[in-house]
């Protein structure tokens, strides 16, 4: 198993000096149900941070649409009043995110399920696993997909993917992600220490970076972001869903790692801050070698 080193693809997301949001991509972030709406807002917010051109918020929470107000760049959407399919013909996201605070409502299975049927790159995270793990039809739709698509489940997620306990997945990691990646013909994020990603015809690979200050909620819903943010801009850039993702979970874990340093952790260390922290490495990787 190879050790994750992703930070050369940092290069591929440096910018022209004709550049404009059009040419860096668009983020469609799908969650936000009631109680829930905090998930999605730091998913959009670390895509903004990690520098999508565009990210839109689609809330399906109504109440929540106007609780980002030190945000105004992330533009809300309200998913009770749009038809899934229609709304995706009209936006023409560069990448769709879905799952962040969604919850297992019909509404959030309507939006999964437009979202799975769509042509082009998808990530799939927090119940809209749950949502796959308990519909039959939508794991088959998942494994159809001719699109590149990227699942990011933590061990009990994975478990309820596999039908098995999490001291299963855990007892065996590299069992457990090669089982996932069998099952849904994706790229799979296992999260957690030593987070570990494969993919069909890629080689596991191990990230070594990290601490336990993260372990905290919504730490997952900015890795979410992220890897929406950089694969929004790396898309149109030659760098393929696989190595966005790689990049998105080692600028992630490093992020923590500087924050600790700097001791804003690892007690109290916040997604918040963590986004922030990642738009800080890219730029200074740029500096350092563009």
Known sequence: ??????????GKLARKPDAHKGNTGKALLIGGAPTMAGALILAGKSALHSGAGLTLLMMLDPR?????????????????????????????????????????????????HAALNR??????????????????????????????????????????????????????????????????????????HHTLIAGPGYETVICMQGNPGMAVGGMGDTLTGCIAGIAAQGLTREMNLFDATCLAVQLHAMGGDQLVKKQSGPIGLTPSELSLEIRSLINHWLSQHI
């Open 119 to 192: 042509l082009g790159p998808l990530i799939i995270d927090a119940d809209a696993l749950n949502l796959v793990a308990t519909h039959p039809d939508l794991l088959e739709l998942l494994r159809q997909r001719t699109s590149p698509t990227t699942l990011t489940p933590h061990p009990g997620e994975a478990a309820r993917l596999l039908s098995c306990h999490t001291d299963q997945v855990q007892e065996d990691r590299e069992g457990a992600i090669h089982a996932l990646v069998r099952l849904t013909h994706a790229v799979v994020v296992l999260k957690g």
């Open 1 to 10: 198993m190879k050790t994750l080193d992703a930070l050369d693809y940092i």
């Open 64 to 112: 929540s649409l106007g609780v980002v107000t030190n945000q105004p760049e992330l533009m809300m959407h309200d998913a009770n009043q749009q038809q899934p399919d229609e709304a995706l013909s009209i936006i023409k996201p560069t990448i769709i995110a879905i799952g962040p605070g969604i919850g297992i409502s019909e509404l959030a299975r309507a939006w999964l």
